[in-house]
């Protein structure tokens, strides 16, 4: 059974970079789109990006410019880096595993991991 | 930048049918984009409960059916559960935004 399990940081400074890394257990980390999802308080989710196994990306361009994400197929995991950070970034973060398949129109996340609360504040 | 347009709350008995619509736009849903649903339930992992506008992945109760029409899809619930309530999220692609975009939410109350 593949289960994704977010960790890393749950206090970040502004101005800073927050940085998340998603483990993905009991299955392969090829051959589908790694994304991170974010959520503030009563709103709806906020795709912040995605990355093929095999490379190809797709970040929000509201975050395009200070996002990246990266993908360590020997430890089975991919990580997310968020710069210059603010208190509008504090939420909470999810990974979840994205599917595409032919006939279909867009990705869909068929995974998630269960979220991790990141908040930035000095 | 949620441009998918839901409606804050729904309710029903035990065993009565509540339907969730998601209303976009011409970038989207009305672009020919498909549609999916997710569950999120208190305390546990966002789960998957449609892809592709109207398809159930395996483990997925038929109780859920998704359908879609022009810039509108909806979400039904037939034979309501208590362990149905928590939030429900649409989502698809947006031309215009370039991303992919979730909907406003829906909180599912079982009275």
């Known amino acids: 059974q593949v289960q994704l399990q977010e960790s890393g940081p749950g206090l970040v400074k502004p101005s800073e970079t927050l940085s998340l890394t998603c483990t993905v257990s009991?299955?392969?980390?090829?051959?589908?789109?790694w994304t991170w999802i974010r959520q503030s308080p009563g709103k709806g989710p906020e795709w912040i990006g995605h990355k093929f196994s095999s490379g190809g990306s797709m970040y929000n361009p509201s975050l395009k410019s200070r996002v990246n994400i990266f993908i360590d197929t020997s430890d089975n995991q991919f990580s997310l880096k968020l710069k210059s950070v603010t208190t509008a970034d504090t939420a909470v973060y999810y990974c979840?595993?994205?599917?595409?398949?032919?006939?279909?129109?867009?990705?869909?996340?068929?995974?998630w991991g269960q979220g991790t609360q990141v908040t930035v504040s000095s | 930048q949620s441009v998918l347009t839901q409606p804050p709350s729904v309710s029903g008995a035990p065993g009565q049918r509540v339907t969730i619509s998601c209303t976009g736009s011409?970038?989207?849903?009305?672009?020919?984009?498909?549609v999916h649903w997710y569950q999120h339930l208190p305390g546990t992992a966002p789960k998957l409960l449609i892809y592709?506008?109207?398809n159930r992945p395996s483990g997925v109760p038929d109780r859920f059916s998704g359908s879609r029409s022009g810039t509108s899809a909806s979400l039904a619930i037939t034979w309501l559960q208590a362990e149905d309530e928590g939030a429900y999220y649409c989502q698809a692609h947006d031309s215009r935004l370039n991303t992919y975009v979730f909907g406003t939410g829906t909180e599912v109350t079982v009275l």
């Open positions: 011409s970038s989207n849903l009305g672009a020919g984009y498909d």
């Open positions: 009991g299955g392969s980390i090829n051959n589908y789109y």
């Open positions: 592709g506008n109207t």
């Open positions: 979840a595993r994205g599917v595409l398949e032919i006939g279909t129109s867009g990705v869909w996340l068929d995974l």
